[in-house]
């Protein structure tokens, strides 16, 4: 009874979030994963980041929540050009600020996450949102918009590629 009453409250929701996820994995991980690979290979952040991973875990954490700060002027000033009409720049900026932002919040989640969970309201506090996160998207990755929005992101990725790489897929004229 309780599943069917929260499958049946999350089902108007279900796509639109089946979108952002299969759009956020397809698109935004690959970029997110090229800059925190870079910041891994970087000489100078290899140094900042071991003494990150040796840091006390209140220090980690505030290495953690304080990493994604210095992108906030550029999100903002990407909302700001949106809001005066500057659509595509601002769409730029404030997409070029989330990819960044992301691989910055991967690379310092992965320094710090050994030293954060040795506090206990922070390791019981991931433990939770991780499984229900798994649990949400479990749920997700088995209903038919999820797997529909999959195939056509695919799809889409698939025609892209054809066009960029000089195999047109539309033939005029013929």
Do not use: C
Request: hydrophobic fraction near 45%; charged fraction near 20%.
């Amino acid at each position: 009874m309780k599943k069917e009453i929260f499958k049946t409250l999350l089902k108007p929701f279900l796509l639109p979030v089946a979108i952002g996820i299969v759009a956020w994995e397809e698109l935004a991980y690959k970029p997110i994963k090229a800059v925190s690979n870079f910041l891994e290979k970087s000489q100078i952040i290899h140094r900042v980041s071991d003494k990150i991973r040796n840091a006390n875990p209140y220090v980690a954490l505030a290495v953690l929540l304080g990493g994604a700060l210095p992108l906030l002027p550029f999100k903002i000033a990407g909302l700001y050009l949106i809001g005066h009409g500057y659509k595509i720049l601002g769409i730029g900026t404030f997409g070029a600020a989330k990819v960044i932002g992301g691989g910055i919040g991967v690379h310092l989640f992965n320094l710090t996450e050994p030293a954060i969970r040795k506090i206990p309201f922070v390791n019981t506090s991931l433990d939770w949102i991780f499984d229900k996160k798994d649990k949400i998207k479990h749920v997700l990755t088995e209903s038919s918009a999820y797997i529909a929005t999959k195939e056509m992101i695919h799809t889409a990725k698939s025609h892209v590629r054809e066009f960029v790489t000089g195999n047109q897929f539309i033939q005029i004229g013929r």
